[in-house]
């Protein structure tokens, strides 16, 4: 049963995997897991320690292939055995038609989808945190070795390792393990492997928390950012979302019989709910709520909701047929929202589209040309694309991001810049490329090394003739008058 949804999401996750162009963060994961593992370790010291462990994982899959499809296989690979753990999961809480819908509707969620095809961690994370509960419903039995619950802990520790809010999923489990009522000696092993779980987590947390200013963009958590995160885990289809949460709420008013010592409620529902609540009741005082933070909770949905499934159908004596309809009714899910699985595989899906810009450069720039970046970070263009920069003159760049240990490099300060500048040949032509999300906005102005930039080509007698935009970003010629 587990082999179907996950030959479904592998499908789903390999269907446009190519967008064509990198989004921001995954140019970051792009650009960082190709650098030396020294100059990993360099970065990590001053930002992006929370992803550490995911860059050194991605190192040697860049160095086998560096395209856009290799910085994504992984995830695919990830979503893929998530579906199948659910899958796993709900055939042994309950029966095997019932861990094959969870499994399916989980494969067919478009937020899913969303994560499966970004080069980044969270797929890996969901997958650890299936596999966290899979090894948690397995330790729990009578008498179980302490060998599963060193590799509960294990699988739970990297998982975090690769995303710390995973260690959410520790509370999710200490509510599954107190609604099932387990005897003390369980309680007690568990806790023994959670604390070896803290004791792994806690360098990662005090490096991260000093470089607390990279999520600071982050706003507080409202309403609408909890209506958000449930469309995204039960649907966002409206019709698929009400059809999800009646099902849920059948599961919890009718439960299935228990088959094991954890009940299938006291396993999903904790699972999607715990960690959302906990890191929202968090954001209202550091703000840190975001979706793909919490992908790894998303299973508990698609468990409750076959369960209600199962309660609905189950008494029917057609075993097969009733097992078909579920299949049936997860197939027009699907269909229902296949314009947001489309949407997810456009080159905008995900914000910004790096290549866009990098091919306007290597269409209008030339050989010795000059480019300038606004802000600093507009420079994860030419990280992520660098054969559209190769013969331009970086104007602001002082020290490379592998050399100085950052994302974008350290760039030189206003009198070195107009000093630079103010060398450059008469016809020197010099591009200027821009992030337009930012430029021009209040937090532009406040900064003052990007004004300063700015400044210097006004006063250095420097005009716009041309400008090209694209989608989040623009390029432009300047001349001097």
């Given at each position: ?104 509707l989980y494969a067919v969620t478009p937020f899913v989808s969303h994560y499966a095809q970004e080069g980044r961690s969270y797929a890996l994370v969901a997958a650890g945190a299936a596999l966290a509960t899979w090894l948690l419903i397995r330790a729990a039995e009578n008498d179980s070795p302490y ?29 599954t393990l107190l609604a099932s009522r387990v005897p003390w000696r369980v309680l007690g092993r568990w806790g023994c492997a959670a604390a070896g779980v803290c004791v792994v987590l806690a360098p990662l947390v005090v490096v991260s928390r000093r470089q607390g200013e990279q999520v600071s963009w ?264």
């Amino acid at each position: 049963m587990a082999a179907v949804p996950a030959g479904v999401m592998l499908l789903l996750g390999l269907w446009g995997l190519d967008r064509g162009t990198m989004w921001r963060d995954e140019g970051a994961t792009f650009q960082v897991a190709r650098r030396s593992l020294p100059e990993i370790g360099h970065l990590l010291g001053s930002i992006d320690a929370v992803h550490g462990l995911y860059y050194l994982l991605m190192h040697p899959v860049l160095a086998l292939r560096a395209d856009e499809t290799a910085l994504r296989l992984p995830s695919v690979a990830a979503a893929a055995a998530t579906a199948a753990l659910v899958a796993v999961i709900g055939s042994r809480l309950a029966r095997p038609r019932v861990g094959l819908w969870a499994g399916l509707l989980y494969a067919v969620t478009p937020f899913v989808s969303h994560y499966a095809q970004e080069g980044r961690s969270y797929a890996l994370v969901a997958a650890g945190a299936a596999l966290a509960t899979w090894l948690l419903i397995r330790a729990a039995e009578n008498d179980s070795p302490y060998g599963r619950w060193a590799a509960y802990a294990a699988v739970v520790a990297v998982t975090a390792l690769l995303h710390e809010f995973a260690v959410l999923l520790l509370a999710a489990h200490a509510v599954t393990l107190l609604a099932s009522r387990v005897p003390w000696r369980v309680l007690g092993r568990w806790g023994c492997a959670a604390a070896g779980v803290c004791v792994v987590l806690a360098p990662l947390v005090v490096v991260s928390r000093r470089q607390g200013e990279q999520v600071s963009w982050i706003r507080t958590p409202g309403y609408e950012q909890a209506e958000a995160l449930l469309y995204a885990f039960a649907g966002p289809g409206e019709a698929v979302v009400t059809v999800t949460v009646l099902l849920a709420v059948v599961a919890l008013l009718v439960p299935l019989p228990r088959t094991e010592r954890l009940g299938l409620n006291a396993v999903a529902l904790p699972l999607a709910v715990v960690p959302p609540v906990l890191l929202y009741a968090a954001s209202q005082r550091q703000p840190l709520f975001l979706d793909r933070y919490l992908l790894f909770s998303l299973a508990g949905v698609p468990l409750l909701a076959a369960a209600g499934a199962e309660r609905l159908l189950g008494f029917l004596p057609w075993r097969r047929v009733v097992t078909a309809a579920g299949v049936t009714a997860v197939a027009v899910a699907f269909v229902t929202q296949l314009p947001f699985h489309e949407r997810e595989r456009l080159p905008a899906g995900r914000g910004d589209e790096l290549a866009r810009v990098a091919a306007v450069v290597g269409r209008v720039a030339q050989h010795g040309d000059a480019v300038l970046f606004l802000p600093l970070h507009e420079r994860r263009t030419a990280l992520a694309y660098p054969r559209d920069f190769s013969g331009l003159r970086d104007l602001t760049l002082g020290q490379s991001p592998a050399a100085s240990g950052t994302l974008f490099g350290e760039e030189v300060g206003a009198e070195e810049l107009a000093a630079r500048m103010r060398r450059l040949p008469a016809r020197q032509r010099v591009w200027v490329v821009a992030d337009t999300t930012t430029v021009g906005t209040p937090w532009f102005r406040a900064q003052r090394a990007e004004a300063a930039k700015v400044r210097v080509l006004r006063d250095g007698g420097w005009r716009e003739e041309s400008v090209v935009f694209v989608r989040g970003g623009a390029v432009s010629l300047y001349v001097r008058r």
